[in-house]
């Protein structure tokens, strides 16, 4: 079990406000946005939301394998449609064993 | 760099080097901008300049359609008290409305070319959270942020999209018309 001083708690607090901006923030849009931004809007929000986990020390080795995939890969994943439901779909059998 | 290099160059850059734009390069595009075209010459823009690591995370993180980590943001504006049709009937606002976002389209574009001049890269935003940017920048009622420029030094050049061809988009003389001759 982590032992967090206040401040710590604050800056993770904080985090975690900047986390559902994004999230708040591209709920709004993608009301009037094109559909097909959809999955990517999420997809960043799943590399947003490993980066807090990790800067909290909850670290899990497939998170960070995503994590990593997804950075190296965030170039093409925002401009081919196909690679990123590839991507996805690769992603999806890969939690899907984890947790099998 | 000659003009239509630059316009044939320009690219919608998202990801960008850790290195800080020098404000006075910053500068040079804020001015490239206010020498676009604006009808009756009503200038109807205002810019925000926003450059502190705080106040750019903040933007950042209500503005999704910004991916990666630029070094400045311009926040691109329109004055609605310029509207050219400030006292005008609903329907004259509207049109005043419209060819004010023409003119800081125009502004822009000039912003974004005049970059290249400094090897910047830019992207134009309008997946942002309109409200919350208002709130942050402290912005009156009758500013309006209409866009947002990403700029910085280019971490990855994009590559040269696909354009439809003159033929696919020119017509001479009446609509449907496709050779000069």
């Known amino acids: 079990m982590n032992d967090f001083s206040e401040s710590t708690k604050t800056d993770q607090s904080k985090l975690f406000i900047r986390y559902v901006s994004y999230l708040i923030s591209s709920a709004l849009g993608l009301m009037t946005e094109p559909s097909e931004y959809g999955p990517i809007r999420l997809l960043f929000a799943v590399k947003k939301l490993i980066e807090i986990l990790k800067s909290m020390k909850l670290e899990d080795d497939y998170l960070n394998q995503l994590l990593i995939n997804i950075s190296e890969n965030q170039h093409l994943l925002l401009e081919d449609k196909e690679f990123l439901k590839k991507f996805l779909e690769e992603e999806s059998k890969k939690i899907a064993k984890k947790l099998s | ?181």
Not at chain 2, 39 to 58: C, S, T
Not at chain 2, 74 to 83: G, P, R, S
């Open chain 2, 1 to 181: 760099m000659e003009l239509f290099e630059a316009l044939k160059n320009r690219r919608s850059v998202r990801f960008y080097e850790d290195k800080p734009v020098e404000l006075s390069k910053l500068n040079n595009i804020l001015e490239a901008a206010t020498w676009a075209p604006s009808a009756g010459n009503v200038q109807p823009w205002i810019f925000v300049l926003v450059r502190k690591k705080e106040a750019l995370e903040n933007i950042k993180n209500f503005s999704p359609g910004i991916i990666g980590s630029p070094s400045a943001i311009i926040v691109a504006c329109i004055d609605l008290n310029k509207n050219h049709y400030v006292k005008g009937t609903e329907e004259e606002y509207i049109e005043g409305r419209i060819l004010s976002i023409i003119d800081l389209a125009m502004a822009c574009e000039n912003a974004m070319l005049a970059a290249l001049e400094f090897n910047l890269g830019t992207c134009a935003i309008r997946s942002f959270n309109r409200k919350a940017i208002e709130e942050i920048l402290n912005l009156p009622n009758n500013i309006e942020p209409e866009l947002l420029i990403t700029v910085g030094y280019p971490k990855i050049q994009p590559k040269k999209p696909p354009k439809l061809s003159l033929e696919e988009v020119v017509y001479y003389e009446k609509y449907g018309v496709k050779t000069n001759e």
